[in-house]
């Protein structure tokens, strides 16, 4: 094995495997109420440490893997030192100091652990502005030592910005990553180069459908499919232009795979580890079920030519660009997953904000910011099928969010009025008019283009002035006002 290629750091003191090991299929095991036996599936990853695959990923959501990874490292790991990377993927809505450190505290029992090497945040809705209070309170836990590191997953471009730019200190992103998808090789990559922080990948093998197995195999049907990952990555290939593409990018992998002597796996996860910012691709095991230890070992013992590059290049450029960016799949059409929705994954998205009706038919929505109550104004006010919004600074509570950064505050300034929308009943396709108020002049562009980033579709009507605002360190103030449909 390559070792040079073999660990990559997160951080001075998290150094991990460039081949991550992921637990997601647990919950596939145990789908329909299957039981796993936990110790014996524990005493299964000892052949992946003992390959020097030392780093594994799960989830608080992905069945018993976080008891099968504590059960694990308790009984026989022995003295070999692994990293355990979990994640917290929370209900959606308002959550507090107390649920947050419960969320931690559990994850710390299940892994036998008084301190989680990585924990990765996943939000559900942007325009909801609790996922910034969360990441707040884990990183007091990380101060307190609970959390050694914070990462994140599934966050797009603009919002790791957010993150990072309010001063939330975050090492890692996990994302979809593959040649069926190849949304984290453009701004998500500038960003984590200029940030310093590494890319996680999943989905390189896209559950599989990227070997050997499939190549001239007909289409099947969505019954046929026998796993959930399967399920999910085939609506990227459908997505990506078709079975037909699919083949088509299948015979490249093959023929290189042949001409390097190695398996189509190792050279589909090797063209996303090699990728700038990529620190580690994520290869999912079925513990006890199938092993593939060997051959995800090559992996690291050889290189792709140029040749190679060149040739799946092309084949890349005849597919279709799956849309939106990073993590876009769990948050908006088409939803990129096992079900083609969220349903088996949320019961239901409450309004990111309090609303209330008055008397006279308005109702008004309340993002809790001190200046609603100093002013005596809401948020925003709906009047039979029109919403108008305040002007809206990237304001949460008492925090400036976005720090110094206009582009974030832009995008949070945004979210926030997407938030009162959907909590009136819209959508931010709806807007029909912005206005845009910025404090520096220099700041004109880069604004401009974080509200073309967001509005470039529906193209609202839009004004942009130079004034002072008021408030020490705000450079941008939005107002909207949307018309909603039916």
């Known amino acids: 094995m390559n070792q040079p290629f073999a660990r990559t750091k997160l951080a001075p003191d998290l150094c991990i495997s460039r081949i991550v090991t992921g637990l997601w299929q647990v919950a596939d095991l145990e789908r329909d109420g299957k039981p796993l036996d936990l110790d014996r599936a524990a005493l299964s990853m000892k052949a992946y440490t003992e390959a020097g695959l030392t780093t594994f990923d799960m989830a608080d959501h992905y069945g018993s893997a976080e008891l099968i990874a504590g059960i694990f490292a308790d009984r026989y790991a022995g003295d070999q030192s692994v990293q355990m990377l979990t994640k917290w993927v929370p209900t959606p809505g308002v959550s507090s100091r107390g649920t947050v450190r419960v969320a931690v505290e559990r994850a710390l029992e299940r892994l036998r ?15 909801d502005p609790s996922y910034i209070d969360d990441l707040f309170f884990l990183q007091e836990l ?15 471009t603009a919002h790791l910005r957010i993150v990072l730019a309010s001063g939330i200190n975050v090492v890692s992103n996990q994302v979809c990553y593959s040649l069926l998808d190849q949304r984290a090789a453009d701004e998500m990559t500038q960003l984590c180069n200029a940030a310093g922080v590494k890319l996680l990948a999943f989905g390189t093998l896209a559950g599989g459908l990227l070997t050997e197995r499939w190549l001239d195999h007909p289409e099947p049907r969505s019954d046929a499919l026998t796993t959930w990952s399967q399920m999910k990555y085939k ?3 459908d997505q990506a232009g078709g079975w037909d593409a699919f083949q088509r990018l299948l015979t490249v992998l093959h023929y290189t795979a042949q001409r390097l002597g190695v398996s189509m796996a190792n050279v589909a996860s090797h063209c996303i580890l090699e990728r700038p910012a990529v620190g580690a691709v994520i290869i999912g095991a079925r513990l006890g079920e199938s092993e593939h230890i060997e051959d995800t070992l090559q992996l690291l013992d050889f290189s792709l030519d140029d040749e190679a590059r060149e040739t799946i290049r092309a084949a890349l450029g005849a597919l279709t660009p799956i849309p939106g960016d990073c993590g876009d799949e769990y948050r908006k059409p088409p939803f990129l997953t096992a079900s083609g929705d969220l349903s088996h994954h949320l019961d239901a998205m409450p309004p990111p904000y309090r609303s209330d ?24 006010v709906r009047k039979g099928n029109r919403i108008l919004v305040s002007g809206t600074t990237a304001t949460h509570g008492t925090r400036l969010i976005g720090g110094g950064d206009p582009v974030a505050q832009t995008h949070f300034a945004i979210d926030k009025i997407e938030g009162a ?12 008019r912005t206005r845009v108020f910025i404090q520096e002049q220099d700041d004109w562009e880069a604004v401009s283009r974080a509200h073309g980033a967001r509005f470039a579709r529906t193209r609202p009507a839009n004004t942009l002035v130079r004034a002072d605002l008021v408030g020490e360190g705000y450079l941008v103030e939005i107002e909207a006002e949307a018309i909603v449909d039916g």
Not at 368 to 380: L, N, P
Not at 421 to 432: A, K, W, Y
């Open 357 to 380: 009706t008055g008397a006279d038919g308005r109702t008004v929505a309340l993002s809790g910011t001190v200046w609603e109550d100093i002013a005596g104004f809401a948020r925003a």
């Open 142 to 156: 990380q101060q307190q030592r609970l959390i050694r590191h914070l990462g994140l997953t599934n966050f797009d």
């Open 113 to 127: 652990t008084e301190q989680l090497d990585l924990l990765q945040y996943h939000a559900w809705n942007y325009a």
């Open 235 to 237: 609506r990227y290939i």
């Open 421 to 432: 929308l959907q909590s009136l009943g819209g959508r931010l396709d709806e807007v029909v």
